[in-house]
Each structure stands twice: as C-alpha cells, then as structure tokens.
C-alpha cells in the first residue's frame, strides 16, 4: 500500500511527518530518511491496529501544493 506523508521542519531540529488518511499517524526523525524510515514503521503499526477493527482506510487524492498571497 501506499500512503500519502507530509514532511514537516519541526522548529527544534530535525523532521515529523504526517499521514492524512491514518489521522493520529505521526513521527519523527532527527534528519529526512530517519523521519521517513520511522514513519514506515508508524504506518505497520498504525495499520496492525487498524486491522483488528476491520477498518483499513484507503489514501485519498491529496493536492499538496504552495500558493503566493500578496503581502499587507
């Protein structure tokens, strides 16, 4: 399966990451492929638990994109 992520710069150093279609899905990594890696392994545990409740949520088509807002 594939999972959309959101990679995030966390203001204290280092990387967490998100899955919007496992909410409550997150982790953390001090450099890129560490966070990536670890959210891996978020998303099997994520998924395992899931499993039990017979609920798999499927990803959804995200658009993830940047837009410019004129500054005041």
């Known amino acids: ?18 899955v919007p279609a496992l909410p409550g899905c997150y982790s953390q990594g001090e450099t890129v492929e560490e966070a990536m890696e670890n959210i891996k392994e978020a998303i099997k545990l994520h998924l ?19 837009i410019s807002v004129p500054g005041t």
Do not use: N, Q
Request: avoid cysteine; hydrophobic fraction near 30%.
């Open 1 to 18: 399966m594939e999972y959309t992520i959101i990679l995030h710069k966390a203001e204290e150093g280092g990387y967490w990451v998100e």
């Open 48 to 66: 395992e638990d899931l499993k039990e409740e017979k609920e798999i949520p499927e990803d959804r088509d995200f658009i993830i994109s940047r």
